[in-house]
């Protein structure tokens, strides 16, 4: 799968846009009396530093391997992922403590003036979406800063529903509900990344039918037996794989000619592009699949 390549020009349009609301929404905010409005802001201020924070981690992630780090820079990506997400879980608990607090202390909220600044956030949001968009499937970084987008646009939607309201009934319980319903969306969103980006950093094995690769790795002809196999994500696309193979006694000429059928299989049919074996004639036969090779020298 091809990754995300969002251009220079979208990440700077999108935080332009983004910087833009911020202020529009902080002033509004702060003359409306809205809290809704105020953490939106802030919500799109956080949003201008992630967005940032994913351009570079994309353009570092593309940096080719060296010695000092032989799978390249990929995880760049991920980490960026994750402290978006982190990032929205905070906001979200933040935005949600501050609106428990404004039902003890109902503020008049300006209806005219909060729904006005919210149109203007909502259509700068989903430019922002929209120009992210076509790279959102593709990478955990940019879907992260998506999502940041998205939960925005969100966050003005329900904003624009509390103005209307408020221009015309004085509901004090209003403003810091809509609040509390936002900041659950955005932690709604951000967990499941949060979730993908430590089972990567954590190298957990990805899901594969591992019997299944066992089974047709087994029907290359000279392939007697598979184990010590080990399986982990380099980011959310790119699976390392590995595994030991028990071959009947032969020239490693032939050898090398079972690694490509071997190679083939894992690429065409499970999608793993970079595949590490290690050919064995009698050594772990009886092992299972995943357990680890016998030390010979702690035996002695």
Known sequence: MERSNVSKQRFLIVTLLNVLITVVEIIGGLVSGSLALLSD??????DSISIVLGYFAQVISGRPENRRRTYGYRRAEILSAMANSIFLIVVSIALIIEAIKRFSHPEHINGRIMLIVAIIGLIANLVSAQLLHSGSHDSLNVKATYLHVLSDALSSIAVIFGGVILM???ITWLDPTLTILVALYIAKEALPIIKQTLSILMQSSPDLDYEAIKHDLM???????????HAWTIDEHRIVFSAHLNCHDMMLSEVEKIYLQVEKILN??????HVTLQAECQRGRDE???NPPVDHDKLC
Do not use: M, R, S, T
């Open 268 to 273: 065409d049919k499970y999608d793993i592009k």
């Open 168 to 170: 015309f009934f004085n």
């Open 288 to 290: 299972e699949l995943f």
């Open 219 to 229: 029907q290359v002809p000279g392939v007697v037996g598979v184990h010590h196999v």
């Open 41 to 46: 802001a802030f919500h799109n201020l956080g």
